[in-house]
């Protein structure tokens, strides 16, 4: 009897010559396990390989000695050193948090007409897995802040000095972006009518107006209630911070810790005795094409080739902010299939006492970027065959929470430790045990951040469509993060519905010329390249962004006015055939002058309801741009910027830093899986970040600080 599908009436079957027990009939392997050969089947079958996806297989939870497995290895030594390193590049944060509570303890004393050792502060008595957050700037509260003493209401030290400073921020106004939904006809050109009108998602968390709370002469904050006093109060023992900073700096001063974490000067192994940059390991590829710069080339090496001593080589890269892309991180596991069917099945068998039932999910039309519910294997069969709308235009659907991150590992558990297996560098990315990851340093009953891993599933064609692409747009994560593309299918356009596209698309230029330029005359077919610099033509909106990868599908659409020929378009050693998904990271130093460019274009770019994007918050945290071609050639021509731009293939995992804005489109259908980690170099980015995200109004998406990475700092 065939172990996969437990029927005997199917003929020939491959029995294991290793366990001598399981057999798997020919119509299984050719479904279930297309890439093996018969041969390697009897030499030892799937369930001894621990890959089998049979239904009951799929089920099993993974029992936790196995995950051991995967853990780092780590001798005595490196935990040595790794823990100077640590403390090394935390000391100045640490000592900037102790000032900072310093400052404050100041304010209380003086208050108070108390010397400042006198001083004694409450303890809030927060529980273990109790998560507080500011009620102004809702940024985390890991330990000092000023609470009500009549309503509780919580605000952090930062607030509490803008607040006597006179400029609180974070709070205020919500902020509108309306949206206006024309119907169907709209999205392809049509005049269209007001169906509704619809805001971006609003947090109805409660939010403190601004001139709630009142600073006082000698200090003290009284409260938007009206009846109470904000008093300090700690999370911690009072003198936590301050003992542990003199603890770090003395453990720095007898271990001589000097430099380990400075960027080093010296080039690294990617260039060769001479200075030039070695081609000949096959470990770096060509990204960019900056004049001047050193950055051009990214480290790429394969997972299967990575020795103990390319952690340090990662270090040095990581170190400078780079995004580091490693090859085939699939073939370090043991090969389980991330098929979608496969998924599907193992997801779908969950139903039982421990585990609920979810065949509806909710997936993002990206054409207009509205949410629909769709039926699992209906939005599964789309990702391998494809769909399109009643105008036959290519129906681009993403996966919205799917599994929900904090339940990954319960719905899937074979999958979840399929990734954890084939995760590279793992003293920074394991979730649990990386020495050098610091979300890993929460106390155990805390209440911990979301940091994955969590999967992006998304139909993709090569195709470049100007509208309802397979996108990621433009954003800055929190924290540093690794993105594996474990699965990718290809759906072909046939030249019928090439030519429909192409219609489509005309309609959808000459939408933009009416409504965005005004230029209400017939275009025709082609667009004068010739743009002059205070033309309303140079405005056109390019959302094809064809040619963007090595031998990609030159498909320029109409809203190029040809192909375009700025540097970057091609990418080096990519066949369309292997590609999955194209990136563009934008290195941190670039961010003002990226920030300056999409507040200058804004208007070109369509979002919800495909209705141009009304107004601009935050460049960077509103998701709501994805430059195309076009728009990086004229960023480039503008303010003489460009990403790293690469195509990721199967099994390719991109490490992308904290900081660092970056955006995605597939090139095919893609499951990736991606896991957020905080590496000690990038504290001071993430910390950086998250007085960033406080700034923004109060119902903004990117609004919760979910990281807390000051808590991991001195945890």
């Known amino acids: 009897m065939c172990h996969q599908c437990q029927r005997n009436d199917k003929g020939r079957v491959v029995r294991c010559q290793r366990c001598l027990r399981k057999r ?4 299984c392997l050719k479904t279930w396990y297309p890439n093996m050969e018969e041969d390697d089947i009897a030499q030892s079958c799937p369930f001894c390989r621990k890959n089998c996806n049979c239904k009951a297989c799929l089920r099993l939870d993974v029992p936790i000695n196995d995950l051991k497995n995967y853990n780092p290895v780590v001798s005595d030594g490196e935990k040595v050193y790794y823990a100077k390193y640590v403390v090394e590049t935390l000391l100045p944060y640490l000592k900037q948090i102790n000032l900072e509570q310093m400052k404050e303890k100041e304010v209380e004393a003086t208050r108070l007409g108390l010397a400042l050792e006198d001083l004694q502060i409450a303890n809030a008595n927060i529980a273990e897995n109790e998560r507080v957050f500011c009620d102004n700037c809702r940024t985390s509260i890991f330990d000092f802040h000023r609470s009500c003493s009549n309503c509780s ?3 952090c030290l930062i607030c509490c000095w803008e607040v006597r400073n006179g400029h609180l921020q974070g709070g205020g106004e919500e902020v509108s972006m309306e949206f206006i939904d024309r119907g169907f006809k709209y999205l392809h050109g049509g005049v269209g009518s007001v169906v509704r009108v619809s805001d971006e998602a609003r947090n109805r968390d409660l939010v403190r107006s601004i001139s ?3 600073a006082n002469d000698d200090g003290s904050i009284s409260c938007f209630c009206g009846d109470g006093i904000l008093e300090l109060k700690c999370m911690f023992p009072e003198n936590f911070v301050l003992e542990l900073a003199k603890k770090a700096d003395d453990i720095a001063g007898s271990l001589g810790l000097v430099n380990i974490s400075r960027i080093p000067e010296e080039r690294c192994l990617c260039f060769n005795y001479i200075g030039d940059v070695d081609l000949s390991g096959g470990k770096i590829l060509k990204a960019a094409s900056r004049e001047d710069s050193v950055d051009n080339y990214l480290f790429c090496p394969k997972a299967m080739d990575i020795q103990h001593e390319d952690l340090e080589h990662f270090r040095h890269h990581w170190m400078r902010a780079e995004p580091v892309i490693v090859r085939n991180v699939l073939e370090t596991a043991s090969g389980l299939s991330w098929e979608p069917m496969v998924m599907w099945r193992a997801f779908r068998q969950i139903n039982n006492l421990k585990h609920g039932r979810h065949l509806d999910v909710k997936a993002l039309e990206c054409l207009d970027w509205c949410e629909v519910e769709i039926n699992n294997k209906e939005f599964f069969n789309g990702y391998s065959k494809g769909r399109f709308d009643s105008s036959d235009w290519p129906q681009i659907l993403k996966l919205k929470d799917w599994p929900p991150s904090t339940e990954f590992d319960k719905r899937l558990p074979r999958h ?12 920074y990315t394991h979730p649990c045990c990386g020495p050098l990851n610091l979300a890993t340093c929460l106390p155990e009953k805390s209440l911990k951040p979301d940091m994955g891993p969590k999967t992006y599933i998304a139909y993709g064609v090569a195709q470049e469509l100007g509208r309802g692409d397979s996108v990621t747009k433009l954003h800055c994560d929190m924290s540093d993060a690794v993105n594996v593309l474990a699965h ?9 519905q090439l030519i429909k596209i192409e219609e489509l698309k005309q309609k959808h230029f ?5 409504e965005i330029f005004g230029i209400v005359e017939h275009i025709g077919n082609t667009v004068d390249s010739d743009r002059s610099a205070d033309a309303s033509s140079d405005k056109i909106v390019d959302d094809s962004g064809a040619g963007e990868g090595g031998a990609l599908p030159e498909a320029v659409g109409c809203e190029n ?7 970057g378009s091609k990418l080096e050693g990519v066949d369309a055939a292997e590609g999955g998904a194209l990136w563009d990271i934008f290195r941190r130093e670039d961010v003002p002058r990226l920030e300056e460019y999409l507040e200058k274009h804004y208007k070109e770019f369509r979002h919800i309801h495909c209705c141009p994007v009304p107004k601009v918050v935050h460049s960077i945290h509103d998701q709501t741009f994805y430059l195309t071609l076009e728009h990086k050639r004229k960023l480039k021509e503008e303010y003489g910027i460009e990403p ?4 990721q293939k199967l099994g390719d995992a991109v490490f992308i830093p904290a900081g660092c804005p970056h955006q995605v489109r597939n090139l095919k259908s893609c499951i990736k899986v991606a896991l957020d980690f905080v590496a000690p170099e990038n504290v001071g980015e993430c910390i950086r970040l998250t007085n960033e995200f406080r700034v923004l109004p109060p119902n903004h998406r990117a609004k919760e600080d979910k990281l807390e990475v000051q808590f991991s700092t001195y945890i």
């Open 24 to 27: 798997y009939c020919i119509p």
């Open 153 to 155: 209401s919580d605000l």
């Open 212 to 214: 709630g709370w009142k």
């Open 416 to 427: 979840g430790a399929e990734f954890l297996c084939c995760l590279p560098f793992k003293e």
């Open 488 to 496: 990718t299918a290809e759906v072909s356009l046939t030249p019928e």
């Open 510 to 514: 000459q939408q933009d010329q009416r």
């Open 561 to 567: 006015g040809g192909p375009s020929t700025s540097s």
């Open 644 to 647: 790293w731009t690469f195509v």
